[in-house]
């Protein structure tokens, strides 16, 4: 099983600072990496699939890069709204597990 | 638009069952690919189930193979996880979701789940 590490687990930040996510595979899976944002009491929402590509409605400050084992989510300046849980995600090939990091808190400093 | 409603939580002893329901709307389910996630109470996503759009792939989890069946309803468009001999450590809230992509790889809609608790 593809394990997905998230890092820092948690990180303190003021808006309109930018903000780095990390998400590290134990072996390759390609551009299959999705990253989603969790509020208290929500539903995940998609934000980045296949790495880099924004999901509908995303704004243009949320951006994602990475291929293989690395992959990072970044956030060029921070809104008060994007303050909450980060995942990401991926799909082996066969058969088709998918698997979550542990996610990575991003709070108000 | 697309909706997912999940419905059919409750409290329930270890050992007993529960079948979750998830109505979509604004799509049909045998198009798309649809999965079960669930996250325990303060922890991470942690997906469980998928029935791919041809209803004849179909996965789980390792720890629920066995226990747990999903399954739909083309004509209610309606998703179903049947879940047996339930343990304190299935207690979380799930949440069904349209997946999207290679093999669903992807979550791109989700409903707002429903809690399932299992306490003696």
């Known amino acids: 099983e593809i394990v997905l590490t998230q890092s820092p687990a948690t990180l303190s930040l003021s808006p309109g600072e930018r903000a780095t996510l990390s998400c590290r595979a134990s072996q390759s899976v390609r551009e299959y990496l999705a990253w989603y944002q969790q509020k208290p009491g929500q539903a995940p929402r998609l934000l980045i699939y296949?790495?880099?590509n924004r999901a509908t409605g995303i704004p243009a400050r949320f951006s994602g890069s990475g291929s293989g084992t690395d992959f990072t989510l970044t956030i060029s300046s921070l809104e008060p709204e994007d303050f909450a849980v980060y995942y990401c995600q991926q799909c082996s090939n066969w058969p088709p597990m998918y698997t979550f990091g542990q996610g990575t808190k991003l709070e108000i400093k | 638009q697309v909706q997912l409603v999940e419905s059919g939580g409750g409290v329930v002893q270890p050992g007993m069952s529960l079948r979750l329901s998830c109505a979509a709307s604004?799509?049909?389910?045998?198009?798309?690919?649809m999965h079960w996630v669930r996250q325990a109470p303060g922890k991470g996503l942690e997906w469980v189930a998928v029935i791919w759009y041809d209803g004849n792939h179909i996965f789980y989890r390792d720890s629920v193979k066995g226990r747990f069946t999903i399954s739909r309803d083309a004509s209610k468009n309606t998703l179903y996880l049947q879940m047996n001999t339930l343990r304190a450590e299935d207690t979380a809230l799930y949440y069904c979701a349209r997946g999207s992509g290679p093999n669903h790889s992807r979550f791109e809609y989700w409903g707002q789940g429903t809690l399932v608790t299992v306490s003696s």
């Open positions: 296949d790495a880099s």
């Open positions: 604004g799509f049909t389910l045998t198009s798309q690919g």
